[in-house]
Structure formats: C-alpha cells, structure tokens
C-alpha cells in the first residue's frame, strides 16, 4: 500500500524567513513519482514539480527547492525568502508505476504573515 | 492553451438526491481522474477514465459512477447523496494514455454541499 506523510498541520512563518515543508512517503513500487502542489485558497491544485524515483538530484527552481532523499523516504520542499503570495496548503502525491491513482498527503498550511 | 475546466463551481443539494459534475480536460489530454477532497484533507482518488473506460477506481461505493465521451471530457454521477458526500470535487487531466505516469493537472473544482 502507498502511503504520504506530512506531519506539520499548519506553519506560520514572518515574510522574508525560509520554511521547509516535510513529506515522507510509503511504497513498496521501485519505480514511483513524487509531486509537490499548491492550493490557494480558490481551491485549484497548481502543480509545483514532479520527481521520479531513478532520480534523486535535487532541483531548485527560484525561490523554491527540493531534497529528495531515497534513504529516508522522503522528499521537502523548501521555500527561500517567502512571500505573502506563498500562503497556501501545499500536498506532497506520490504515484507508483503499476497504478494509475495520486496518493495525497493531508496537506500543510502555510501562513506567511508580512 | 485552456487548462482544465469544471462546472458548476458551487452546488446545493438535498439528501437522497442525484448530482452531475462535468469536466473538461487540458488541451491534448485524454487522461481524466476524478478526486474527493473533504474539508482539511488531502484529495482521494474516486477514479480514472481513459478511453471512454473506467480504468482504476478508488474505494469508493458504486454510487459514484463516471462516464468519458469521445471529446475526453468527462462527469461525475452521484447518487443517494449523503450529508457525507459535501467536499470539493476535483478532476484532474494528464496525457498521453497508457502506462506513462504523467503529471495530472487539476481544475478548480467544484464544491459540493449536501443539506
């Protein structure tokens, strides 16, 4: 069975700070894809990155950052410098190779307060 | 280049009652799954067309049933409706078919509440 984990409910951070949103995962699939997604508060999922599972590297794109770590079944998302426009719910979604479904996490609100 | 559309946005219903959800997917995808997201969770996945066809469903009751058409939109039936059944529903697209996993892109959904 597959399995998200994002353990911090809700953060509140100060603008300009950098926060780190945790998501562990659970699968037993040796090929398996990971997501990031934001979700304003209009309720549509945006789509932030993929990350397949024969690839660890890191990626940084902006402000924004990814470590996916195999060993440790997991994959953080770090926003550098936030920004109001960065207060959302973000879920981390894993997807395996022999299924079709997403595997959400329960989500992680982020409030940055200017 | 449109991205994924639903309608309606809101939609009041009774218990006991039938409700149709209707989305269209992004240009050039042929890949529509369907999601339940109560208040404060995490998106569930209800199921996945493809090819005018059911092809992987949720644990979800019998209830809900879906349907493709030949334009790769899709709905979102649901019968009985409980007080449970209020959430956000969202559809999602993703091409090509097959066995590809790709990216799934989600509309804005539409918010349903049972009375």
């Known amino acids: 069975a597959q399995k998200v984990t994002q353990a911090q409910t809700e953060i509140s951070v100060v603008e300009k700070e950098d926060v780190t949103l945790d998501c562990v995962y659970e699968?037993?699939?040796?090929?398996?894809?990971l997501f990031w997604y934001k979700q304003p508060p209009s309720g549509e999922l945006v789509f932030l990155i993929r990350r397949n599972s024969f690839d660890e590297q890191n990626e940084i794109s902006g402000r924004y950052s990814w470590n996916f770590q195999k060993s440790t079944s997991s994959f953080n998302f770090t926003i550098t410098a936030s920004q109001v426009v960065d207060s959302a719910v973000y879920f981390c979604?894993?997807?395996?190779?022999?299924?079709?479904?997403?595997?959400f996490g329960t989500g992680t609100s982020l409030t940055v307060i200017p | 280049d449109a991205g994924v559309t639903q309608s309606p946005t809101h939609l009041i219903k009774t218990r006991g009652q039938q409700v149709t959800l209707r989305c269209s997917p992004k240009s050039g995808h042929d890949t529509v799954s369907w999601y339940q997201q109560a208040l404060g969770q995490g998106p569930q996945f209800i199921f996945q067309y493809y090819e005018e066809e059911e092809r992987q469903r949720g644990n979800f009751p019998d209830r809900f049933s879906g349907h493709q058409f030949p334009n790769y939109s899709s709905e979102l039936n649901v019968n009985a409706l409980l007080l449970g059944d209020s959430a956000l529903y969202l559809c999602?697209?993703?091409?090509?078919?097959?066995?590809?996993?790709?990216?799934?892109?989600f509309g804005p959904g539409t918010r349903l509440l049972v009375l």
């Open positions: 999602a697209s993703s091409s090509p078919g097959g066995l590809l996993k790709e990216t799934q892109y």
């Open positions: 979604a894993l997807s395996v190779y022999t299924g079709n479904q997403f595997y």
């Open positions: 699968t037993r699939d040796t090929t398996y894809y």
